[in-house]
């Protein structure tokens, strides 16, 4: 992990996705689905799963089967998560609202939750527990009255689905589950087969296939953000313990080669301990090799003059995650423009967020945390507005709303409002 | 307009957004304008425009002159619309919030607005003083400190912009103006150039060109979803005024001859006075002949058994613009699931909600209403997560951290907790 100067460093994020021939792929898989259906479905997790399905969609049995399968203390921290998860977005609910004016006039909005909502898991070794309660809770927050799930029938070394993944998506409400992975899978949420209805919007993680069916289908559906690498910024003084920034660095590496993190510190003396650290911890991590990699190729230690100076470089990162590993983080705070999630303090270590706390472990990456925000109800639900005007308010207002539309050269808008006067206001409305 | 059953009413919907070559355009001008900056812009205004711009930015004596220049009437009514629609978007606001808890650990959501926000408005007829104030003000309200607007220097049968955009722009709360269109100005507002920073999130309508370079962008910066054709389904009772009705399919028949407008109503002594009606005030219309198209082409009056199957196509439906023109429509209005905005009773005439009253007239088309919204506020800010965690969770609550970490075979995020297990609590937390 090299130390730099902040000044020499320079961001690079453009990240492309896929090649033509994905894309292609892609196409041609959507295209099928839409054709052939279910047929398309079983035809795929022949050719790419290897298996042969004849019940897309998994019976109560193997979900009383996958609860006796798992480990008792893996079932009650699973438990604890999500219960966190939900007391956290629970707070993030709002309501409808409507303003009575005394004119007689009503306007308002109305939050509803979508009606159907796919979530898509990967197979393999992708297949994270925490990531079907981080999807799929929100939207049972929500009120989604319908949450369906995809995933791959099996991939190899597995036979049929993980049941910590079933149990994990019983736990988050999710009671409609089809053995169906990939762009196939996408193409079902999106345009329906004869055994998996449509949904409204698609929200999960998945492989370039499934990112790139994932855009295919926007409009057809909404879909939440895709994802790029995960990443980490350590902002820290020296005040702070070396082996818990390592530690927490390493645990954003050893996600993906292509994962980020980086160390940002006006400390110089921290800096060099928290390289030899990230070098000793290093050596013994199972997943070393992707970690090391991950380390050499986007990890970094920036020195910056100040704090101030870190905060501010913060900013132009926009990170997905962020830790302020110094003396007086809420004094920072305030400052943070943008990050998706903040962790404050020598305790709150990012696996904390990732898995327990509450807040969403989906987040926005790439930069993206400038506009984006990580997963929440709001992602679940849809407003549409109201207006009920009162005669009063038509008369008073008819003519400043015909001056508005004829300056626009639209004469049949001011004419609706025309018609009205002339039938109900006698004449051309107000005085 | 025909009037037809609904069960032989089949719904098209796909949308194809330009072709290969548009395509092709829009990526050449992009590189472009992100290689050759402010010269690309000057070049394309005289190519495009045939204009030579010596300075991109509009100055304030332009400001003042376009004041002087528009009508007082319309001043007068613009600033009302523009209060209306600042108190409407207001309602919607929300604040940062912290959830304390007695174990020392605190929670939280901030809410912050973006940095900095670009306003595309088109040039020529489809420069709308409305769309100024739809799109500028909600940013305005939720705080953004830099909201820039970009718009074509001139087009035919204009000579500048139209001051009326410049009044609008300034009543919205736009401080910096460029005169710049088309797809380089979306170039510019997403890559910068040398006399324009780049925003976070691109907003306003636009042509093809336009609407592929948002899109071409999107990652880089944000952009709000792009519009199809514009819709209006009326739902309709036998107390409809039928005059009412037909007036106000045709304010949206008059946008655009793929602008969509439809009768939804079980009564067909009201269809046929519908009908009617739209040939009698079709004749006099200004823009009868794209009124006529768009009524020939993809209006229809739709005939239902009941006002609740009307209810239940309208959710299939999911139009934009929505009219409940019946004895009782808050009646229905609970059933109601898609719809961008829904107007209640005889004197909710859309053209109310598309200047005047408050609500934000940028609204999701071609059935996106099953899971868009209306532009608000929510559109023009970002949240982050805080997580400040205590070390008695961090004692408490280790264990089932690493158990969910070490199952998903993430051994470095189980390692982040154990250090400072190790470190803090004497051993592995709790026993």
Redesign the interface.
Known sequence: MKIIGAADFKLEREVEMGTAEHQETVRRIIGDVRQDGDAALKRYARQFDGVEVDELRVGPEELEAAYKSVDA??L???R??AANIRA?HE??K?TS?F?LQPSG???G??I?P??RVGLYVPGG?AA???SVLMNAIPAQVAGVPEIVMVTPPATAGTHGIDP?ILVAAAEAGVREIYRVGGAQAIAALAYGTESIRPV??IVGPGNVYVALAKRAVY?A??IDSIAGPSEIVVLADETA?P??AA??L??Q???DELASAMLVTPSRALAERVQAEVLR?LET???KSI?AKSVADYGAILLVDSLADGVELVNKLAPEHLELLVAE??EL?GA?????????????????????????HV??T?G???????L?I?DFV??????????Q??LA?G???M???R???????????Q??LE??GGGRGHE
């Open positions: 203390g893996f009650a921290a699973l604890q998560a956290f707070k993030q709002r609202w303003d006039t009503m306007l909005q109305i509803r979508l009606r070794k994270y527990p925490s910590h409204d919007k409009g559906v909404d313990n082996a818990y530690a927490d390493l645990s590496a050893e996600h911890q991590l199972p997943r970690a983080p809420l705070l943070i423009e943008n990050a998706g999630a903040i962790f404050l303090g020598a305790y709150s270590s990012e696996p904390v967020g990732d898995y327990f706390a509450g807040p969403n987040l926005p790439s993206t945390a400038r506009f984006s925000s990580p929440n709001d849809k407003k549409s507005s109201v207006i009920s005007y009162s005669k308010d038509l207002n003519e400043a709303i001056t508005l539309a300056h626009e050269g639209l004469e049949a808008h001011a004419r609706a409002i018609v009205r039938n109900e």
